[in-house]
């Protein structure tokens, strides 16, 4: 078995829902199991012009997998949940209802055009880096260095908004949890999760930046 992390977001439809279903249906691949998961990250719209406030925001987060499939093969699977969800590829960057990104597995270096690793720009995105950060505290960024240390160097927006649903009764409990706390910013059901790193709001709702 293998570890993979593997980078979740998009910006159009019933974002909550997609990345629910795409949770759940990344645990039901065959050989492969979600070992940690971060909770829901809300940024705005990155294109290649840079930040664009004027298109909806996305919802990111991300999951660590052990899988006991090649990199090329997850990929493959991973392109096909996009597609059931709707993903359309007319414009690089674009607004999508769904992107599947892995970022990095356990000792694969490739520059496949198809698939480099790892990530050539999880570096520098603080919606990979946040949410990596709190699935793995330890993690590191092969070649770049240590994800927490990474995150420090970056200055994107990014807020953490809630817990992942799609990982079960008691992670959508969470998600019900985080997204009903008031606004006196009282300890919402996955508060205890990680501690807060710098670089990343608190959402209105209390919820720790991690």
């Given at each position: 078995m293998t570890r993979a992390v593997i980078a979740l977001g998009g910006n159009l439809g019933d974002r909550?829902?997609?990345?629910?279903?795409a949770v759940r249906a990344i645990d039901a691949i065959d050989g492969t199991t979600i070992v940690a998961a971060s909770g829901r990250y809300e940024t705005p719209a990155l294109t290649l012009e840079g930040i664009d406030a004027t298109l909806p925001a996305y919802l990111n987060a991300v999951v660590v997998v052990e899988t006991s499939l090649e990199p090329a093969a997850l990929l493959s699977i991973l392109n096909a949940i996009e597609d059931a969800q709707g993903r359309t590829r007319e414009v690089r960057w674009g607004s999508r209802t769904l992107d599947l990104d892995i970022v990095h597995v356990d000792g694969v270096s490739s520059r496949d055009p198809e698939l480099v690793l790892p990530h050539p720009r999880a570096h520098e995105r603080a919606f990979v880096l946040a949410p990596w950060l709190e699935a793995d505290p330890e993690a590191e960024l092969p070649g770049?260095?240590?994800?927490?240390?990474?995150?420090?160097?970056?200055d994107d927006p990014v807020t953490r908004v809630g817990a992942l649903p799609g990982l079960g009764d008691e992670a959508d409990a969470d998600a019900d949890a985080d997204?009903?706390?008031?606004?006196?910013?009282?300890?919402?059901?996955?508060?205890?999760?990680?501690a807060e790193p710098s670089g990343v709001s608190p959402s209105a709702g209390g919820a720790p930046r991690a």
């Amino acid at each position: 078995m293998t570890r993979a992390v593997i980078a979740l977001g998009g910006n159009l439809g019933d974002r909550e829902a997609n990345l629910a279903a795409a949770v759940r249906a990344i645990d039901a691949i065959d050989g492969t199991t979600i070992v940690a998961a971060s909770g829901r990250y809300e940024t705005p719209a990155l294109t290649l012009e840079g930040i664009d406030a004027t298109l909806p925001a996305y919802l990111n987060a991300v999951v660590v997998v052990e899988t006991s499939l090649e990199p090329a093969a997850l990929l493959s699977i991973l392109n096909a949940i996009e597609d059931a969800q709707g993903r359309t590829r007319e414009v690089r960057w674009g607004s999508r209802t769904l992107d599947l990104d892995i970022v990095h597995v356990d000792g694969v270096s490739s520059r496949d055009p198809e698939l480099v690793l790892p990530h050539p720009r999880a570096h520098e995105r603080a919606f990979v880096l946040a949410p990596w950060l709190e699935a793995d505290p330890e993690a590191e960024l092969p070649g770049r260095g240590r994800v927490a240390d990474l995150l420090d160097a970056v200055d994107d927006p990014v807020t953490r908004v809630g817990a992942l649903p799609g990982l079960g009764d008691e992670a959508d409990a969470d998600a019900d949890a985080d997204a009903g706390a008031d606004a006196s910013g009282a300890p919402t059901a996955n508060a205890a999760v990680v501690a807060e790193p710098s670089g990343v709001s608190p959402s209105a709702g209390g919820a720790p930046r991690a």
